[in-house]
T-cell receptor, first 117, second 113 residues
Framework: GAVVSQHPSRVICKSGTSVKIECRSL??????MFWYRQFPKKSLMLMAT?????????EQGVEKDKFLINHASLTLSTLTVTSAHPEDSSFYIC?????????????FGPGTRLTVL | KNQVEQSPQSLIILEGKNCTLQ??????????LRWYKQDTGRGPVSLTI?????NTKSNGRYTATLDADTKQSSLHITASQLSDSASYIC????????????FGTGTRLLVSP
């Protein structure tokens, strides 16, 4: 299957700082990427849908000014957690939709563990 | 309401044994159903994808079934291995313009030696 990478795999930061997470589709072009967050023992929760060249669409309850998403190319989307606080500590996972597959399959990245002190 | 429910929440089996995980959904309109395996601290990895017309699909020791009439799916794992210990997530894709995925809460499987 297609490969999606995330960087960094884990990050620890101080409260009030901003953290950028990168999501890359390595062997296909993804016009649409998705950002999820996952709390321990819970399922993935969609935060936003990122479309290349346009503004991201945020789910209800997700602050767009806090979670900045940029999808500047067909292989890269970034999520920036601005002024991070301890409650933002979570596992962030991106996925990318491969339009080349018959079912527009989504491939998930390995996730980024964010810990805000 | 679009929901995906999985059972059991957690399961412990001995290495070498078989097990079956259940998924019931109320998602509409239905596009396809996916089973993912998620290791702790990792992203989900696709096991199977089934459309409305497919009743069963296998991927090695994993066999998924789909009954679109009763809106039920199962994932059967044969001859379990220690590496099968993970969360298994049932995900249904809605056939709408936005085509969102609806996630189940997962079944946490522990294969014991």
């Amino acid at each position: 299957g297609a490969v999606v990478s995330q960087h960094p795999s884990r990050v620890i930061c101080k409260s009030g700082t901003s953290v950028k997470i990168e999501c890359r589709s390595l062997d296909f072009q993804a016009t649409t990427m998705f950002w999820y967050r996952q709390f321990p023992k819970k399922s993935l929760m969609l935060m936003a849908t990122s479309n290349e060249g346009s503004k991201a669409t945020y789910e209800q309850g997700v602050e767009k000014d806090k979670f900045l998403i940029n999808h500047a190319s067909l292989t890269l989307s970034t999520l920036t957690v601005t002024s991070a606080h301890p409650e933002d500590s979570s596992f962030y996972i991106c996925s990318a939709r491969d339009p080349g597959t018959s079912l527009h399959e989504q491939f998930f990245g390995p996730g980024t563990r964010l810990t805000v002190l | 309401k679009n929901q995906v429910e999985q059972s059991p929440q957690s399961l412990i089996i001995l290495e070498g044994k078989n097990c079956t995980l259940q998924c019931n959904y109320t998602v509409s309109p239905f596009s396809n159903l996916r089973w993912y395996k998620q290791d702790t601290g990792r992203g989900p990895v696709s096991l199977t994808i089934m459309t409305f017309s497919e009743n069963t699909k296998s991927n090695g020791r994993y066999t998924a079934t789909l009954d679109a009439d009763t809106k039920q799916s199962s994932l059967h794992i044969t001859a379990s291995q220690l590496s099968d210990s993970a969360s298994y997530i049932c995900v249904v894709r809605r056939n709408t313009g936005f085509q969102k995925l609806v996630f189940g809460t997962g079944t946490r499987l522990l294969v014991s030696p």
